[in-house]
């Protein structure tokens, strides 16, 4: 079975770093895309970051890039989102997703099939 525990939010002032760290297990982790969505109250789910399979390819929402940095340690069978220069409108619920085997870094929920219990992450100002 298929299951993604992600760690690593909290509480951080606006300017601030966080990383999170999503561990999968249940599957061969190394050929899967990976993506990273995250959730605020009254606000639908929204697509934050993606990397390939193999770590050549990420992908970023407009409002995060260069802020953000999605990676991967296929050895641990962990991805990572270091989340810097944050800001109040950060806050979310942030949520690890597995993608296909071989899968792109898409920014489209519909091409995740494992879902992780999210992380709370808030950003004062």
């Known amino acids: 079975q298929v299951q993604l525990v992600e760690s690593g939010g909290g509480l951080v002032q606006a300017g601030g770093s966080l990383r999170l760290s999503c561990a999968a297990s249940?599957?061969?982790?190394?050929?899967?895309?990976m993506g990273w969505f995250r959730q605020a109250p009254g606000k639908e789910r929204e697509f934050v970051a993606a990397?390939?399979?193999?770590?050549?390819?990420?992908n970023y929402a407009d409002s995060v890039k260069g802020r953000f940095t999605i990676s991967r340690d296929n050895a641990r069978n962990t991805v990572y989102l270091q989340m810097n220069s944050l800001k109040p409108e950060d806050t979310a619920v942030y949520y690890c997703a597995r993608g296909r085997r071989f899968g792109l870094a898409s920014s489209s929920s519909g091409a995740y099939d494992y879902w992780g219990q999210g992380t709370q992450v808030t950003v004062s100002s």
């Open positions: 990397i390939n399979w193999s770590g050549t390819t990420t």
């Open positions: 249940g599957r061969t982790f190394s050929t899967d895309a």
